[in-house]
């Protein structure tokens, strides 16, 4: 049972970043019609501006300290931080602990810009081109992004801690009734499924409680009949593609302390997420995140010395294997709409 | 000619021509000038050309004349890269069984993958074949080289041992892969004045089956078994209502273009017999797309010229340091040098790949028929032709046998 | 009985009944053709004709076989062919490669297509879609593209697309929708040769009573998902039933 719930754990934090990459990637399918193969990269941007705050408080200026030397007797030389010099040591220090989370606050306005962008820029003249295309250009995209980031950051991951008091483990044993030391879970990565329920509940909040949202949905299930009723669907087709990069970019965001980031990481999340999206169903938003959690569970209960002992390697192709199941049996995926893309 | 028209019996015969001269062609500047760097014609990358010239004209079977896109193209490459090393390792170095097993393999995997990927079309196709692939990737990187079972050698690839069995090894028969005791790697240069020409015998088999590979694939556009496959692209409603099932048309093609894949694999183990899983990954997958488009797919010449264009990018771009760079804008203003070098270098060396992006972006916004329709378009602008008179010329050139 | 028969079909679409107990008898030889205002139940009735959709109950039946269940190219190969409302052709093929499709199709039924040409064979094809062509009037577009023709000749290829395969039952709906009234009368000339010429049982389905009038023999009017008469020509024109299910509309 413990080890059960374990593993349910473990599928967590993966299961997050699968469900909100998919859930973007949905919105966009939904809403524009769009295939987009640049969405992990806009996952990937996210890490990367966490990444960029902690390096900008971590911008130093040195001074020589005479009262130290060094090992070789030379006057030390200190590294102090702006952030510390300006707001005192110890908020200084706080805010160098806290820039994942704050990252947030500072990613938000930047993905959504990158979202109008990419979509009045780009995506907008591709709305009435073959999915084919579509997919051809936001790949290239996606490869553009990508490269971009590597020449400014390098090719190397760069670890991006979180705050001290999230780190390490805490033992849920107890709580749950179990032998102490059974379930074990690193804080931070619970913190992360909290985030991500979090953002998922305020998108389907958004979509549903907001006239914008209302008609966003009545935009995706027909987007003629809206466009007859003199609603500008278009700009809010823009505006949603600014959500759907915001969530990507925050799910990116907090996924930073859980892998060091690295400029190929959206590419390896999109090409699950993309599985994730045909498993729950063309255009379906719960679909997507129920998907993207089942898959991420499934990966962590394949990935038991047990599951790999008694099929080799089953860990490494569980989620492609489920996909191919489920779209030869249930085409629609899990919850697809009739008629969304089936043939 | 051959069962041709004229005109792509004249494509042909460029497409023989350049292959058979490709050491020249390739080489145009001197040895000691300092354009060298870009000469292309070495071996390494001239192999490298005609193979991933045939990847590419298979993928354009496949994807040119139906449609179907797949991203998981790259499975029945290393595929045929495994089989290659095998018979090497069973049988010996003569590549011969190597080629024909990785044909035969790439085509059963083929088969079996279109038969489940092909019962769905569109986005699902591409991501259906793209998860085939990834999880064949995952295999061959690590579950198929446990030691119980080592079929792939995991990360460090498959390769020749001393102690392998190799039955059928000839005494004396060279100990590198040989086509009837021609060693692969064997190269014959000439020096005439400053130049050095390098003439490959792997090239040359390669250039050899390359330009036979073109040549079936041109009596494929042309066959009324190519018409139906881009009747099926066109149209598939029409198709239904025709009476026909389209599923025979579209899985014979991504057979045929899956053996093509599987036999560039096979070649690349021939010239180096080293196969490893990385050559299944989703970005292989991915580079014979961008092959195709920018070369222009559904067009038959397409494909090699992607293919050669974005071989050439990776090695010769990728060599393009800062110190070359100043050397070119040696001429100019202190300041304006050190800016043109700021802005190009990004573009060139280890950031090739964002120059292959942004050429890709502009084909597909700008181009989609890629370098083909780019120069027919030029063309039209020279010869100042009315576009009417085009349209006519080339729906003659399309319908087959008059 | 007729050549195709439709007995007690009902559908639903979750509270809307789109079929009401249809029943429809198309006598062979004839041209029958179904009319109905917006929203009766005529596109919902070809999708159950052409297998579709599958009716909740009730049966479909060509020539005595029931076409319920079964694929479109199957249904196509039991001699029903399909004129759609917007003319579904090959529109990256020229219009002689549109025409040899179907001749191929037919004369090499599933799976025989050479990959590699056989000329011999294809002279015989090459010949055969150009005596269609001249047929329609259409042999000096044969090397068009067929994509940049006008909406007229997008669909005399594709009703010749469909006879050079010898149908028995020739499906049109709404076959002069959203036409020019000179392409529209083309359209209905051809009709007419069509009908004279073979031996063929053309069901259409039409808004345009001009088009209906012009070329039906028999017409059953739906309103509702019911068939409200079915009459010849004539006797529908005063049939007070129709004037009220038209109220309003030209008829």
Redesign the interface.
């Known amino acids: 049972m413990d080890a059960i719930i374990l593993q349910i754990l473990n599928g967590l934090d993966k299961g997050s970043a699968y469900a909100l990459i998919a859930l973007g990637l949905t919105l966009i399918f939904g809403t524009l019609g769009v295939v987009n193969f640049a969405h992990g990269a806009l996952f990937m941007i996210g890490a990367f501006c966490a990444v960029t705050l902690s390096k900008i408080f971590s911008l130093s200026y040195e001074v020589i300290d005479e009262s130290q030397t060094d090992f070789l007797g030379n006057p030390l030389k200190v590294q102090t931080p702006y952030v510390e010099a300006w707001f005192g040591p110890e908020t200084g220090a706080a805010l160098i602990d806290w820039s994942v989370p704050l990252a947030i606050l500072f990613s938000i306005p930047i993905m959504i810009t990158i979202g109008f962008i990419m979509e009045r820029g780009l995506i907008k003249h591709f709305y009435k081109r073959p999915h084919a295309d579509q997919i051809l250009v936001t790949f290239g995209l996606a490869i553009v992004l990508q490269e971009i980031i590597k020449y400014y950051y390098g090719a190397n991951p760069i670890p991006t801690p979180a705050p001290d008091v999230f780190r390490g483990s805490y033992d849920f044993s107890a709580m749950l009734g179990f032998e102490p030391n059974s379930v074990i879970y690193p804080v931070w990565r619970l913190i992360y499924f909290a985030f991500s329920a979090l953002i998922i509940g305020a998108v389907f909040a958004f979509l549903q409680f907001t006239t914008f949202g209302m008609v966003v949905r009545a935009g995706m299930a027909d987007r003629e009949t809206v466009g007859l009723l003199g609603i500008n669907i278009d700009k809010r087709f823009t505006i949603m593609f600014g959500i759907a990069a915001a969530v990507a970019g925050l799910a990116g965001v907090m996924y930073a302390p859980i892998n060091a980031p690295n400029y190929h990481m959206g590419m390896d999340f999109l090409v699950l997420s993309f599985v994730v999206v045909v498993v729950g169903g063309m255009g379906s938003l719960p679909g997507a995140v129920a998907a993207g959690f089942l898959l991420g569970i499934l990966e962590s209960f394949a990935s038991t010395t047990w599951a790999t002992t008694t099929i080799p390697g089953i860990n490494q192709i569980i989620i492609y294997l489920v996909a191919i199941i489920i779209l030869l049996t249930r085409p629609r995926g899990l919850m697809g709409k009739k008629g969304v893309m089936e043939e | 000619m051959l069962g041709l028209h004229k005109k792509d019996f004249n494509l042909l015969l460029i497409v023989v021509v350049l292959a058979m001269l490709a050491p020249f062609i390739l080489n145009p500047f001197p040895e000691n000038s300092g354009l060298a760097q870009f000469n292309a014609g070495y071996p390494d990358l001239m192999q490298k050309f005609v193979i991933f010239g045939i990847f590419a004209i298979g993928f354009n079977i496949l994807f040119g004349l139906t449609g179907y896109l797949s991203f998981g193209h790259a499975a029945f490459l290393g595929i045929g890269s495994y089989s290659c090393v095998w018979m090497f390792k069973l049988l010996g170095y003569s590549v011969v069984p190597g080629i024909l097993l990785s044909i035969v393999t790439s085509g059963i995997f083929a088969w079996l993958i279109g038969i489940i990927s092909l019962r769905r079309s569109g986005i699902y196709f591409s991501i259906l074949t793209l998860a085939f692939a990834q999880m064949s990737f995952a295999l061959c990187y690590s579950v198929l080289s446990n030691p119980k079972f080592n079929l792939t050698n995991g990360e460090t690839g498959l390769q020749v041992y001393n102690n392998d069995p190799q039955y059928f090894r000839g005494e004396g028969s060279p100990n590198v892969p040989h086509f009837f005791g021609m060693e692969m790697n064997a190269t014959h240069k000439m020096e005439l004045g400053g130049w050095l020409f390098q003439f490959n015998t792997g090239y040359y088999l390669c250039a050899v089956i390359m330009v036979l590979a073109f040549y079936l694939s041109i009596r494929i556009f042309r066959s009324p078994f190519g018409m139906m496959l881009r009747a099926i692209k066109s149209n598939n409603t029409r198709m239904n209502y025709t009476g026909l099932n389209a599923r025979p048309y579209t899985l014979a093609a991504f057979v045929i273009s899956g053996m093509y894949a599987g036999l560039a694999g096979g070649l690349l183990s021939a010239v180096d017999p080293l196969a490893g899983a990385e050559r299944m990954q989703w970005t292989a997958s991915g580079e014979v797309v961008l092959m195709t488009i920018l070369g222009g797919a559904g067009t038959l010449i397409g494909p090699v010229l992607g293919s050669g264009l974005i071989k050439y990018f990776e090695n010769i771009f990728s060599k393009i340091n800062d110190n070359v760079l100043h050397s070119w804008f040696s001429f100019m203003p202190d300041g304006i040098e050190d800016l043109m070098v700021t802005l190009i270098h990004p573009f060139v060396g280890k950031g090739w790949h964002l120059t292959l992006g942004v050429l890709f972006m502009l084909i597909v916004i700008f181009l989609p028929g890629g370098l083909v329709e780019g120069g027919q378009r030029i063309k039209r602008l020279i010869s100042g032709k009315k576009a009417a008179d085009e349209t006519e010329d080339e729906a003659t050139q399309s319908t087959p046998a008059e | 009985m007729g050549i195709l028969e439709v007995k007690n079909v009902n559908k639903r679409f979750g509270g809307l009944q789109a079929l009401g107990d249809v029943n429809l008898s198309v006598e062979e030889n004839s041209v029958h053709a179904i009319i109905g205002p917006n929203g009766a139940g005529k596109s919902t009735l070809l999708n159950v004709l052409?297998g579709k959709l599958i009716p909740d109950t009730g049966s479909v039946s060509f020539d005595g076989q029931s076409v319920l269940g079964r694929?479109?190219?199957e249904?196509?190969?039991m001699g029903i062919?399909?004129v759609?409302q917007t003319p579904?052709?090959?529109?990256?093929?020229?219009v002689?490669?549109n025409m040899?499709?179907?001749i191929?199709?037919?004369r090499d039924g599933?799976?025989r297509?050479?990959?590699?040409?056989?000329?011999s064979n294809?002279?015989a094809?090459?010949e055969q879609a150009e005596h269609v062509l001249e047929s329609l009037n259409m042999a000096d577009k044969r090397?068009?593209?067929s994509a940049?023709m006008s909406r007229g000749d997008k669909r005399r290829l594709?009703i010749g697309?469909c006879l050079s395969?010898n149908p028995r039952l020739l499906l049109l709906d709404e076959p002069t929708a959203g036409m020019a009234r000179a392409d529209t009368n083309n359209t209905i000339d051809l009709l007419k040769q069509i009908k004279d010429e073979r031996d063929i049982t053309i069901a259409i389905i039409e808004h345009d009573m001009h088009v209906v009038f012009s070329l039906a023999e028999r017409i059953t009017v739906l309103a509702q998902g019911t068939p409200l008469v079915e009459d010849t020509p004539d006797n529908i024109k005063g049939h007070p039933k129709v004037r009220e299910a038209y109220l309003g509309e030209s008829a």
Request: with cysteine; charged share 20%.
């Open positions: 052409i694929k479109p190219y249904i196509c190969q062919s399909r759609f579904e052709i090959f529109g990256e093929l020229s002689l490669e040899m499709i179907p191929f199709a037919k599933a799976f297509m050479h990959a590699v040409e056989n000329s294809e002279k094809i090459i090397h068009f593209n940049s594709e697309m395969q």
